[in-house]
């Protein structure tokens, strides 16, 4: 930039709103000559819209209002003109959203807009487009349901909002109702076969699904209230109950034979399981971050409450058991001695899993893992401590993308100082990595566009595998420890899965 263009930036801090805008439109008209299309000769209209004219015409047309409603709320007017005022304010807005609305249409391959449209057709169609190539992306990730899984029937609003109910269940601890949002209802069906991932459901809906616009606005699409709670879990009772209560009274006797030294016990049990099955994750976000899609229209999250066994929850904010860095450290002894109190464990139990303990889902082939979301950390901590083998808990799982760009893939990894990188370095390796996976047949898709950027998948068996090679072995490894074998079901070898030297030399040799 000339140091002209760096005083002009410099200055234009210090001016005032009106007057930023009125140098931003003088500018705007200079680069894209936007009232060339009021002198524009009139030509009849073709078989395709003559889109060049069309941005002109809008840019010209925002550019006036502006002008109009700048001029009407000067303080010379003197009179009140309000009512104009705001005819102009609505004018231009309505002028902004038909240049945004013709923009989208022009990026979707495969609309067809005939002449005389009006911009409300526009927009249904639009969205309906959108909503067919979401559906379009996601059909080749669909999978044959498992023998025996219950039916699950969906019932999706307008919105986007869904509840999902089953009325079989093959244990007491699966889930019976789920609520969320999706883009369209074959975005649900896939956010619900994603939490089911290792055991894809049977979906039907109800009422029986049509063609619907593209859902976005996830705040019209909670369906919350009528989702299941903690509270009705446990009201349910069965053998998860009876083993987790069984257990809450083995922690009880516990404590009460250290009487007086709760806190002394407490540290024992954390010392113990840091020896034992220490949290390995340095970054537990990696279990569960998702790189936007290539498609941003892919929209999909539900939520259900059900029993979690407390040995797949491998994640938490506090990454040593029993320290909370000064985090209301006081929590798990007071937990210890409301145990040590507690004669009634079903009114144990509630308290303990109230509020509810939130777990975001990592799915994955064998098995789901998961972390701590919101809230629950303190808890979660104490149940590992009292070695209790269940979890009462609120779960969330976002559904994976069927597409991503590669240099989204790079923006999940967490920051850890390595991102100061070259971008081309790493785009360049993570490629590398894909290919691998595709190669090996870890997964199955294929890189597309002019330079492979963007990958494309048909079958992934967990979503961290297209983390960096430090992030993604580490969760193999966590994974491998839940799931013996787990590893050699995908034919990775457990040294190359674990090792991230390891592994980017397995993927390059593919």
Known sequence: MTAIGRLVLLLGHLLEEDERAQIGHFLAESVHGIDEADAAPEEQAGDEPDWSYLWHALLSASDHAHRTL?????????????????????????????????????????????????????????????????????????????????????????????????????????????????????????????????????????????????ASNVADADRSPEGPSVAELLARRGAAYAEHVAAVQEARDALRRRTGDAEGFLAERAAELNAADPQRLRHQNVLTALPSGDNRDHLGFANTVMWVPTRLVVGTRHPVWGDFGGHRDE???????????????????LKLFTPKIVLMMAPGWAGPLYRVGYNGNHRVHMARMLELPWLAAAVEVKAVPPSWRIIDLLAIDPDDGTRIDSCNSRMRERTELVTGLLRRGVIDGELAGERGETLRCRRLPAAWLLHQAEYATAVNAVYEDRY???????????DAGTNPAAWRRWLAEA
């Open 70 to 214: 700048a001029l009407l709320e000067s303080e010379r007017i003197y009179f009140d003109v309000s009512a104009i005022t705001e005819s102009a304010r609505e004018l231009r807005s309505q002028i902004n959203a038909a240049y945004e609305l013709i923009a989208e249409a022009h990026s979707l391959d495969g609309l067809v807009l005939e002449a005389g449209t009006t911009m409300e057709e526009i927009r249904t169609k639009s969205t309906l487009h959108r909503a067919a190539l979401v559906d379009a992306d996601l059909a080749s990730m669909r999978r044959a349901p498992s023998s025996e899984t219950p039916v699950w029937t969906v019932d999706i609003d307008e919105h986007g909002g869904f509840v999902a109910t089953t009325s079989a269940q093959a244990a007491d601890v699966a889930p019976w109702k789920f609520w969320g949002s999706a883009a369209t209802a074959a975005s649900a069906a896939h956010t619900l076969a994603w939490f089911f991932h290792d055991r894809p459901p049977k979906i039907v809906f109800d009422p029986p699904s049509s063609p619907m616009p593209v």
């Open 331 to 349: 929590t798990p002894l007071d937990i210890a001695v409301g145990l040590l109190g507690a004669d009634d464990v079903d009114a144990f139990t």
């Open 484 to 494: 013996p074998g787990a590893l050699a079901q995908l034919g990775i070898p457990l």
